[in-house]
C-alpha cells in the first residue's frame, strides 16, 4: 500500500533496537494510511499488522502524534479504533468529537470507564444507538443530561423522554435545551417554568392547547373560588393598577396554596405568562383576564402583540389544564401522568367570545381582597 512490507520493516527495526526509526515510520504510515481515500481490504490488513507492532515499540510522542493522525481517517476499523483511543492520550476527546465514525463497539467501551467530560462528549455525537443512549443515561450525570439534551440527533421518547423530564426539573441548562427541541414535549417543562424564559414559558402554555388533563386535586377548591371570580379579578387590577405587588403576592398565596416564594415570582413576573395560569385555572374569560394583565404587565414596551396572544390561549387554554398546572407547582401530582393522556381528537375549537361585558360586583374592592383572602384553599378537598 505504501511501499513497505511490514513483516520484514519491523523485524529490521527489532534487530537495531531503533525506536526512533519505528517512530519516524508510524508517523509517516498513519500520514499515508490516513490520505488513502479508499483502502482495499488487503491493505487495511497489511497496515493493521504494521501499525499494531509499530505502536508498541515507537516513542510515547510519536505513538501520541500517530494516534492523532490516525484517528482522522474514515477507513478504521475497530482494531484500529483501538489502537488510536489506547495512544491519543489527551487528545481523545477531540478524536471522539471531530471523528465521523466511531463503532458503538468502541463507544460503549470508553463510556465503561466512567469518564464524566469523555462521556458527555460522546452524548453529542449524531451517531449514537439506543443501547449507547441507555449506557450514558444510566450514568445520571448533569454533563451528560445537558449534552443529550441539547443532542437533537435522537428522538426523546420513552425512557429517554422521562429521564430528561425529571432532570429538566432540576437543571436550569437542561430545560433551556429541552424548550428549543420541537420534539420534547414543552408541558413536561411545567417545573421548571420560572427559570425559562419568556418565549419558552409560553411554548409551555401552548402546549396544553387543546390537550386532555388528568384530574388535579385544586380542582374542586378552585371551582369554590370561581363564584368569587369577579372579586378575584377586580381585586388583582386594584393591586397591580397601584403596583401593590407584595399584597398580590399574599393574596395569590391563599387562594392557590402555593409556596410564598413561588406567588412573589408570579407576583413579579411582568411578561404575564405565570399570572394568565393563575387566571385561567380560576376559570377567568378572556375579558376580565386581559383587564387584569394589562395592569400587571409591563408597560416599557408596546404590548399589544403579547396581549394578543394572551387572548388566543384563553380561547385555546382549558380551565381543566391550568389547574393540573398548578397542581404540579403544587408539587400534588405525577407531571409524567401527561404522557399517559393523549391528545384530544377532536379539531381544536375557539370559545367564542362573550358579548356582553361581565356584571360588576356591587361589593367594595377591598372587602372582595378581605373575602378572598378568608376562603380556605391551602389544601385541595
Given at each position: 500500500m505504501?511501499?513497505?512490507?511490514?513483516?520484514?520493516?519491523?523485524?529490521?527495526?527489532?534487530?537495531?533496537?531503533?525506536?526512533?526509526?519505528?517512530?519516524?515510520?508510524l508517523?509517516a504510515?498513519?500520514?499515508?494510511?490516513?490520505r488513502?481515500?479508499?483502502?482495499?481490504?488487503?491493505?487495511?490488513?497489511?497496515?493493521?499488522?504494521?501499525?499494531?507492532?509499530?505502536?508498541?515499540?515507537?516513542?510515547?510522542?510519536?505513538?501520541?502524534?500517530?494516534?492523532?493522525?490516525?484517528?482522522?481517517?474514515?477507513?478504521?476499523?475497530?482494531?484500529?479504533?483501538?489502537?488510536?483511543?489506547?495512544?491519543?492520550?489527551?487528545?481523545?476527546?477531540?478524536?471522539?468529537?471531530?471523528?465521523?465514525?466511531?463503532?458503538?463497539?468502541?463507544?460503549?467501551?470508553?463510556?465503561?470507564?466512567?469518564d464524566?467530560q469523555?462521556?458527555?462528549?460522546?452524548?453529542?455525537r449524531?451517531?449514537?444507538?439506543?443501547?449507547?443512549?441507555?449506557?450514558?443515561?444510566?450514568?445520571?450525570?448533569?454533563k451528560?443530561?445537558?449534552?443529550?439534551?441539547?443532542n437533537?440527533?435522537?428522538?426523546?421518547?420513552?425512557?429517554?423522554?422521562?429521564?430528561?423530564?425529571?432532570?429538566?426539573?432540576?437543571?436550569h441548562?437542561?430545560?433551556f435545551?429541552?424548550?428549543?427541541?420541537?420534539?420534547?414535549d414543552?408541558?413536561?417543562?411545567?417545573?421548571?417554568?420560572?427559570?425559562?424564559?419568556?418565549?419558552?414559558?409560553?411554548?409551555?402554555?401552548?402546549?396544553?392547547?387543546?390537550?386532555?388533563?388528568?384530574?388535579?386535586?385544586?380542582?374542586?377548591?378552585?371551582?369554590?373560588?370561581?363564584?368569587?371570580n369577579?372579586?378575584?379579578?377586580?381585586?388583582?387590577?386594584?393591586?397591580?393598577?397601584?403596583?401593590?405587588?407584595?399584597?398580590?403576592?399574599?393574596?395569590?398565596?391563599?387562594?392557590?396554596?402555593?409556596?410564598?416564594?413561588?406567588c412573589?415570582?408570579i407576583?413579579?413576573?411582568?411578561s404575564?405568562?405565570?399570572?394568565?395560569?393563575?387566571?385561567?385555572?380560576?376559570?377567568?374569560?378572556v375579558?376580565?383576564?386581559?383587564?387584569?394583565?394589562?395592569?400587571?404587565?409591563?408597560?416599557?414596551?408596546d404590548r399589544?402583540?403579547a396581549?394578543?396572544?394572551?387572548?388566543?390561549?384563553?380561547?385555546?387554554?382549558?380551565?381543566?389544564?391550568?389547574?393540573?398546572?398548578?397542581?404540579?407547582?403544587?408539587?400534588?401530582?405525577?407531571?409524567?401522568?401527561?404522557?399517559?393522556?393523549?391528545?384530544?381528537?377532536?379539531?381544536?375549537?375557539r370559545?367564542?367570545?362573550?358579548?356582553?361585558?361581565?356584571?360588576?360586583?356591587?361589593?367594595?374592592?377591598?372587602?372582595?381582597?378581605d373575602?378572598?383572602?378568608?376562603?380556605?384553599?391551602?389544601?385541595?378537598?
Amino acid at each position: 500500500m505504501i511501499g513497505f512490507q511490514p513483516y520484514e520493516t519491523y523485524q529490521l527495526l527489532t534487530q537495531t533496537n531503533d525506536s526512533k526509526r519505528a517512530s519516524s515510520l508510524l508517523v509517516a504510515a498513519c500520514d499515508a494510511f490516513m490520505r488513502r481515500i479508499k483502502p482495499l481490504p488487503n491493505e487495511i490488513e497489511q497496515f493493521e499488522t504494521l501499525a499494531t507492532r509499530l505502536f508498541q515499540t515507537a516513542q510515547d510522542k510519536a505513538r501520541h502524534k500517530g494516534a492523532a493522525i490516525l484517528g482522522r481517517s474514515e477507513n478504521l476499523t475497530y482494531s484500529l479504533e483501538q489502537l488510536v483511543i489506547d495512544n491519543i492520550g489527551q487528545d481523545l476527546d477531540d478524536y471522539i468529537l471531530s471523528a465521523k465514525n466511531i463503532s458503538q463497539q468502541s463507544l460503549n467501551q470508553i463510556i465503561d470507564d466512567k469518564d464524566i467530560q469523555t462521556c458527555a462528549n460522546i452524548a453529542k455525537r449524531t451517531d449514537l444507538t439506543n443501547a449507547t443512549l441507555t449506557k450514558l443515561f444510566q450514568m445520571n450525570s448533569r454533563k451528560i443530561y445537558r449534552a443529550l439534551a441539547a443532542n437533537t440527533s435522537f428522538s426523546a421518547k420513552g425512557p429517554f423522554l422521562n429521564a430528561l423530564a425529571r432532570s429538566a426539573q432540576m437543571d436550569h441548562q437542561v430545560a433551556f435545551s429541552l424548550a428549543k427541541r420541537d420534539d420534547f414535549d414543552a408541558a413536561l417543562l411545567s417545573p421548571a417554568f420560572f427559570d425559562l424564559s419568556e418565549e419558552d414559558r409560553l411554548k409551555v402554555i401552548f402546549a396544553f392547547s387543546s390537550r386532555k388533563t388528568p384530574d388535579a386535586p385544586i380542582k374542586k377548591t378552585l371551582e369554590q373560588i370561581s363564584v368569587a371570580n369577579s372579586q378575584l379579578t377586580k381585586a388583582l387590577m386594584k393591586l397591580f393598577s397601584q403596583n401593590r405587588r407584595p399584597e398580590v403576592t399574599k393574596l395569590l398565596s391563599q387562594i392557590t396554596g402555593l409556596e410564598d416564594v413561588r406567588c412573589g415570582q408570579i407576583a413579579h413576573d411582568e411578561s404575564g405568562a405565570a399570572l394568565f395560569i393563575v387566571l385561567r385555572a380560576f376559570g377567568c374569560t378572556v375579558q376580565d383576564g386581559l383587564r387584569v394583565l394589562i395592569h400587571a404587565t409591563s408597560h416599557d414596551k408596546d404590548r399589544s402583540k403579547a396581549l394578543a396572544i394572551f387572548a388566543k390561549l384563553f380561547n385555546e387554554v382549558s380551565v381543566d389544564s391550568m389547574a393540573f398546572l398548578l397542581s404540579v407547582w403544587r408539587q400534588e401530582v405525577n407531571l409524567l401522568d401527561l404522557t399517559k393522556v393523549k391528545f384530544s381528537q377532536t379539531s381544536r375549537s375557539r370559545t367564542k367570545l362573550a358579548d356582553t361585558k361581565a356584571a360588576s360586583s356591587q361589593q367594595p374592592i377591598d372587602k372582595a381582597i378581605d373575602v378572598l383572602k378568608k376562603i380556605p384553599a391551602r389544601h385541595a378537598s
